[in-house]
């Protein structure tokens, strides 16, 4: 057996699920084909809504700390898989081997926050204005949730919605990146042999996983029986998901694209702000939600700052994402190569100057690979084509003469997902993180705008989606609220002091 089908093996996927289907999965390093996966059938997806609405009605019942034993399992059985997860999540999105294992690591951190999460399920107990009443809210299971992911992290969001998803009570369908699914479908093995370790408190269809293309996951997008849909990709895809699920009164969590700032100021630590803006621009090769696209420089630092990211830029080690040393791997296909030569040439046109990087290389030794030298352009304004998401990277930069116009520069894009400061100044720190400060939902001070940890909220504004998922209360959208005014007097009231009879 190959080494790849011998990974494949170790992740639980199988020789015959890779071979002789339908949907072609390439490796971005060197155009190789991974496997060949059987689509699901648009014909089966009735049932396997059917399935997981069954599956619903029975583990809602289980106590929520019971569920949450399932999410450690899962976090034992993807801990122990890293390394072979981790392998595939590179060879199929073409991350250097550390992201590849990061990744995974994600998961695993977010089913030990879900374990812990799952005894923790609580409402508030309210004072009633009426003697002898109490007002409480309880959080129930919602109901079966569609997971929708995007090929940039194909196995952490799947693992961020469902640890959270079951703990919370509900069922999970999901529908990996048709440009990344065997990731997913390695992270979906590990919740299976943690389901069948769990034993038969877990029902029948309680995870289940569809393989296929968009018009697979608007099934879900459109079925009334799964009231909620996380969905994260890009903003053309919220465009369409968005309204067809507010159509029919579902919830959806929305997780879409980021346009993220730094705003580096005359008190920032220079070298400290190199490192992040090396770590936010080029990491994953600038194919994060999170990533750095727009550097908004005082000027008076500018030059300096420029000088050292040159120097950094022109010793960025380039190449196959499996060899050790390499910082930048390869673009998901061609067609993001393209794109972000057309975003390249529509900076120029908008009076953008190249200062490094665009150009395609390592074509000889990878023709059907396609990586770039990260670019950076250097932008008189705030551009059409810098308020745009360029999937790559392409770091703008732009200088700015005041703080007020630094903030204002940083909000006036469509987006609203990750954003950071570099300062020293306490009173530009606070003023980035206050009301008056950063638009988004993340905003760092003296970090990179990426690499969030599984603890907070994770998500953004705007055109980003509006919705969080991943750490702090975001479990709360997974689950249904019940307010519960309980009269233990032996009279009536009536609230707002009415009376009626
Ligand atoms: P994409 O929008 O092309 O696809 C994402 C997923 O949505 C895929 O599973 C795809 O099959 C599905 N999809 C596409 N159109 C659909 C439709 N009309 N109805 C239902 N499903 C549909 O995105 P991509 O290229 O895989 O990922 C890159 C994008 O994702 C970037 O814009 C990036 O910023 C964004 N992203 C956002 C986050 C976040 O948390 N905010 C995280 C990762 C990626």
């Keep these: 057996m190959s080494e790849l089908l011998s990974c494949f093996k170790r992740c639980g996927i199988e020789p015959e699920e890779v071979q002789g289907g339908s949907l072609v999965v390439r ?139 079951l703990v919370c009570g509900d069922p999970v369908i999901f529908k990996p990146s048709e440009k990344a699914p065997l990731s997913g479908l390695a992270t979906f093995r590990a919740l299976e042999r943690a389901i069948a370790r769990f034993g038969d408190r877990a029902p029948a269809g309680l995870a289940q996983i569809v393989i296929g293309k968009a018009p697979l996951a608007e099934a879900l997008v459109e079925s009334p029986l799964i009231p909620l849909v996380s969905a994260t990709g890009s903003t053309r895809m919220g465009r369409s998901v968005g309204p067809k699920v507010a159509s029919r009164f579902g919830k959806r969590i929305l997780e879409l694209g980021g346009n993220n700032g730094m ?55 380039i190449g196959d994402p499996l060899v050790p040393g ?43 690979g396609f990586y770039v030298q990260p670019a950076i352009v250097d932008m008189p304004q705030q551009t059409a084509i810098v308020r745009q998401e360029t999937f790559a990277p392409l770091l703008y930069v732009l200088a700015y003469d005041d703080f007020a116009q630094a903030i204002d520069l940083h909000n ?13 100044d306490m009173r530009e720190v606070e003023t980035f993180i206050s009301a008056a400060g950063s638009d988004c939902g993340m905003a760092n001070v003296n970090i990179g705008p990426n690499g969030a940890e599984i603890g907070g909220a994770f998500g953004g504004e705007k055109e980003t989606g509006g919705d969080r998922e991943s750490g702090s209360d975001a479990w709360k959208q997974y689950m249904r609220r019940s307010t519960n005014t309980i009269n233990f007097s032996t009279e009536l009231p009536l609230a707002q002091g009415i009376t009626f009879v």
Aim: charged residues 25%.
């Design 27 to 165: 490796s971005p390093i060197d155009g190789a084909e991974l496997a060949r996966l059987h689509e699901t059938p648009a014909s089966a997806m009735n049932e396997i809504i059917a399935r997981s609405k069954a599956a619903f009605v029975q583990w809602r019942t289980v106590p929520a700390p019971v569920r949450g034993e399932l999410v450690r399992l899962w976090g034992e059985e993807l801990r122990s898989a890293k390394r072979d997860i981790g392998h595939v999540v590179s060879l199929e999105a073409g991350k250097i081997v550390e992201e590849g294992l990061g990744e995974v690591q994600e998961g695993v951190d977010i089913c030990e926050f879900a374990m812990g999460q799952s005894r923790q399920l609580c409402g508030k107990t309210i004072v009633s204005e009426r003697p002898g009443h109490r007002i409480m809210e309880q959080y129930h299971p919602l109901g079966p949730v569609a997971v929708i992911t995007a090929f940039n992290f194909p196995s952490a969001v799947f693992a961020w919605n469902a640890a959270l998803a």
């Design 263 to 317: 705003i580096v100021t005359p008190a920032a630590d220079l070298d400290m702000a190199l490192r992040a803006i090396l770590f936010g621009a080029v990491a994953t090769a600038g194919q994060r939600c999170t990533s750095l696209r727009r550097l908004i420089v005082h000027r008076s630092v500018k030059e300096a700052l420029l000088e050292k990211l040159l120097k950094a830029y022109a010793g960025l080690r």
């Design 326 to 368: 390499t910082l930048v791997g390869p673009l998901i296909d061609e067609a993001a190569y393209v794109a972000m030569q057309k975003a390249m040439a529509e900076a120029k046109a908008q009076g953008g100057r190249v200062l490094a990087g665009g150009e395609r290389v390592l074509e000889k030794e990878f023709p059907k």
């Design 412 to 424: 006036d894009v469509p987006q609203g997902l990750s954003s950071c400061i570099f300062s020293n």
